[in-house]
T-cell receptor, first 114, second 113 residues
Framework: NAGVTQTPKFQVLKTGQSMTLQCAQD?????MSWYRQDPGMGLRLIHY???????DQGEVPNGYNVSRSTTEDFPLRLLSAAPSQTSVYFC?????????????FGSGTRLTVV | GNSVTQMEGPVTLSEEAFLTINCTYT??????LFWYVQYPGEGLQLLLK?????DKGSNKGFEATYRKETTSFHLEKGSVQVSDSAVYFC????????????FGKGTMLLVSP
């Protein structure tokens, strides 16, 4: 099925470790975003991209890095994990010209930092 | 900046009851408005949308009307089912420039038989 694929689904990290959360979409969407979901906080935007080679910061970018070398992939890197980064992470994408279709979300990565 | 305010949950209802989840927003200009639903352990799914004032979005028995005068987009359903138990998010996105989503904090709905 076409959609947004996130890996891994679950991850436990020790404080200070680094890792990359993967996100891939097969819908040729130009726009991609990363959100984190925390209890009582809704979803907050970390980073976003409007196309290959173009990224920008969202509301809560500190401690995260992104790059977009292809249209399909938008990985999120945690440089040095901290307990405050324990969260559920969602990747989303949409077609640039189809605002009305809304965003398509991945199923999420649940990250625990100990 | 943009913001979305939703009623706090959980909202607890019996099957076949009427549902309203309130949502109000603050935005520059006239944004597009969305309701997303998140079932346990899953990602978010688009439930319905409205792109201009007085538009009514509808899907799976849920409805919401874009009210510019009250800056609201309340979600309603006439008769809820147990399978509607989920977290519901109201969201907006500007209609110009790059349009990321701004979410409300979510409202959990629990429907009992």
């Amino acid at each position: 099925n076409a959609g947004v694929t996130q890996t891994p689904k679950f991850q436990v990290l020790k404080t200070g470790q680094s890792m990359t959360l993967q996100c891939a979409q097969d819908m040729n969407h130009e726009y991609m975003s990363w959100y984190r979901q925390d209890p009582g906080m809704g979803l907050r935007l970390i980073h976003y991209s409007v196309g290959a080679g173009i990224t920008d910061q969202g509301e809560v970018p500190n401690g995260y890095n992104v790059s977009r070398s292809t249209t399909e992939d938008f990985p999120l890197r945690l440089l040095s994990a901290a307990p405050s980064q324990t969260s559920v992470y969602f990747c989303a994408s949409r077609n640039r010209d189809r605002l009305n279709y809304g965003y398509t979300f991945g199923s999420g990565t649940r990250l625990t930092v100990v | 900046g943009n913001s979305v305010t939703q009623m706090e949950g959980p909202v607890t209802l019996s099957e076949e009851a009427f549902l309203t989840i309130n949502c109000t927003y603050t935005a520059t200009g006239y944004p597009s408005l969305f309701w997303y639903v998140q079932y346990p352990g899953e990602g978010l799914q688009l439930l319905l949308k409205a792109t201009k004032a007085d538009d009514k979005g509808s899907n799976k028995g849920f409805e919401a009307t874009y009210r510019k005068e009250t800056t609201s987009f309340h979600l309603e359903k006439g008769s809820v089912q147990v399978s509607d138990s989920a977290v519901y998010f109201c969201a907006l996105t500007p209609n110009s420039g790059y349009s990321t989503l701004t979410f409300g904090k979510g409202t959990m709905l629990l429907v009992s038989p």
